[in-house]
């Protein structure tokens, strides 16, 4: 009896798993381990196991690869949405004041905002509230002076709050310690164990001066991106401002790496906005999976460790996309950089963002980043095992 191809993608993962623990710091037994997911992952996309041509069943008008029916496009069945209904007419209103002051009597993340300048104050009603006033001006965009026409605490007793007491560290700490929490609960693991991740974009109108805010013909205005990375219990444990146009690419792996919560995360998938070949072999040297969503597969160059006609006669429907040959002794010349490189991102050394390589498309051919670069071409399909569309 033939396994399903989706049954040879999760073993493959569960492979991934064990042989990025155990695999070392020696470049051929790394190469080597890299090869054999990568044709395990192929096995999964060429729909080997009674599945079918998995990409040809997903090969649109012109040649370019669909998408097909995601789970977000599944017949949802009328007695699944009566349900939802009625579970949603159960839960009683509750105003976002009362929301967060319940949510500090069980995580106490108010303490997390403390004075800048160091002195330990009395933590009163009156502080906590003024604190609440200005989180939430700052969450709906409402701003300090119409929340002081709001709720009736003076625009200046704001001010002050949200310049000495609400602050990117203070927000981070704050919002680490709600994770937490929510992560103990026993609800939280019938989503997922943590182990996942996930992060994208959005963009919100911006008034006044701003630093990071372009304006953008196709959002009516000025307007700055907002990165967050989600858990795969539906936990947002880190957030980034960004410039509205960057790419999103060179952020993936900021609050990836940089996660302070208790959440033991190990994959991470975006959309393709977020991929890039850096990030590909960044994620596999520090031992973390990137599993993006990648669109128009059948443009981009994947590669083989093969010749073609080895190759098209192993995976009959995978093999013709497989346009580019595998350059393994460049990854082995460079291998000592890359760990040098990985040691220093994945330890805090340097920052993610200039190690993800921005200007390794500036690069000498020479120069370790193109080992970087090699390093990615091998990592779209074997990282995950399974070819992402």
Same mark, same amino acid.
């Not at 569960?14 to 096995?43: F, I, P």
């Not at 509205?244 to 906005?273: K, M, S, W």
């Given at each position: ?123 009163? *009603? ?5 604190? #609440?006033?200005?989180?939430?001006? =700052? @969450? !709906?965009? /409402?701003? $300090?002076?119409?929340? &002081? ?96 146009? *960057? ?5 993936? #792996?900021?609050?990836?790496?940089? =996660? @302070? !919560?208790? /959440?033991? $995360?190990?994959?991470? &998938? ?120």
């Amino acid at each position: 009896m033939s396994t399903p191809a989706s049954s040879i993608a999760r073993s493959c993962r569960a492979e991934m798993r064990v042989s990025m623990v155990t695999g070392g710091d020696d470049a051929a037994a790394r190469q080597g381990d890299r090869r054999r997911r990568l044709r395990c992952g192929m096995r999964a996309g060429d729909g080997q196991g009674g599945r079918g041509d998995v990409l040809g069943e997903r090969r649109g008008r012109r040649g370019r690869m669909t998408d097909g029916e995601g789970p977000g496009q599944a017949n949802v069945p009328a007695e699944a949405k009566e349900l939802k209904a009625e579970l949603a007419g159960m839960l009683p209103f509750a105003p976002i004041a009362s929301l967060l002051i319940e949510l500090d009597v069980r995580t106490h993340f108010l303490d997390c905002f403390t004075h800048a300048g160091g002195r330990k104050q009395a933590r009163s *009603a009156d502080l906590k509230r003024n604190i #609440l006033s200005v989180l939430i001006a =700052n @969450a !709906t965009n /409402l701003g $300090l002076a119409r929340m &002081a026409e709001a709720c009736g605490i003076p625009y200046d007793v704001l001010r002050w709050t949200q310049e000495w007491y609400v602050r990117e560290e203070t927000l981070r700490e704050a919002n680490t310690c709600i994770v937490n929490h929510h992560h103990g609960l026993d609800l939280s693991k019938v989503f997922g164990g943590g182990t996942m991740s996930s992060s994208d974009g959005q963009r919100f109108p911006v008034r006044g001066k701003s630093t990071t805010a372009r304006d953008m013909t196709i959002h009516g205005g000025q307007v700055l991106s907002s990165y967050t990375h989600v858990s795969d219990q539906h936990s947002t444990f880190g957030t980034k401002i960004i410039v509205p146009n *960057a790419r999103e690419a060179h952020f993936v #792996l900021d609050d990836f790496l940089g =996660n @302070a !919560t208790d /959440l033991p $995360l190990f994959e991470h &998938a975006t959309d393709t906005h977020g991929v890039t070949l850096i990030n590909f072999a960044l994620f596999d040297l520090v031992g973390k999976l990137l599993s993006p969503r990648i669109r128009d597969l059948g443009k981009i160059t994947l590669i083989r460790d093969e010749t073609p006609t080895d190759t098209v006669k192993r995976y009959p429907h995978a093999g013709p996309l497989l346009s580019a040959r595998w350059n393994e002794d460049l990854i082995t010349e460079c291998w000592p950089d890359l760990l040098r490189m990985a040691g220093s991102l994945k330890y805090g050394q340097a920052h993610r963002l200039a190690g993800g390589g921005q200007m390794v498309g500036r690069l000498p051919a020479e120069h370790p980043g193109r080992g970087v670069e090699g390093m990615g071409h091998a990592a779209p399909y074997a990282a995950r095992g399974e070819v992402s569309v």
